[in-house]
Nanobody
Framework: QVQLVESGGGLVQAGGSLRLSCAVS????????MGWHRQAPGKQRELVAV???????NYADSVKGRFTISRDGAKNTVYLQMKSLQAEDTAVYYC??????????????WGQGTQVTVSS
C-alpha cells in the first residue's frame, strides 16, 4: 500500500527555519509530481509549492524567495525548506503526490499533515 509519510513540522519563532520531508512508502513506478499544500484555521487549503518528476518547480507568490522545494529521486522523498517564517505561515502542511502505481495508472495521494506553528 502506497503512503506519503511526512515529518519535520513544529514550533518556530518568526524569522526562523524549518524543513519538512515527505517520503513515499510502497511500490511505485514513478512520480509525476509532488507538492506541499497548507491549510490554516478557517481558510481553504492552498498550494504552497510543487515539483515535477522532471524537476521543474512552482511556488505560491506568498512563499517565493523564502521556501524551496526539492527532491531526492533515489529516496522518493520531497523536501520543503522554509526560511524567514512568518506568523501567516502557521498551518497544517500536507504533502501531495501524483504517482504512477504498478497496474493502476496515476493515482493521487495525500499525507496525514504536519503542523507548523510560527510564533511572533
Amino acid at each position: 500500500q502506497v503512503q506519503l509519510v511526512e515529518s519535520g513540522g513544529g514550533l518556530v519563532q518568526a524569522g526562523g527555519s524549518l524543513r519538512l520531508s515527505c517520503a513515499v512508502s510502497g511500490s511505485i513506478v514513478s512520480i509525476f509530481s509532488m507538492g506541499w499544500h497548507r491549510q490554516a484555521p478557517g481558510k481553504q487549503r492552498e498550494l504552497v509549492a510543487v515539483i515535477s518528476g522532471g524537476g521543474s518547480t512552482n511556488y505560491a507568490d506568498s512563499v517565493k524567495g523564502r521556501f524551496t522545494i526539492s527532491r531526492d529521486g533515489a529516496k522518493n522523498t520531497v523536501y520543503l525548506q522554509m526560511k524567514s517564517l512568518q506568523a501567516e505561515d502557521t498551518a497544517v502542511y500536507y504533502c501531495n503526490g501524483n504517482l504512477l502505481i504498478p497496474g493502476r495508472g496515476y493515482r493521487d495521494y495525500w499525507g496525514q499533515g504536519t503542523q507548523v506553528t510560527v510564533s511572533s
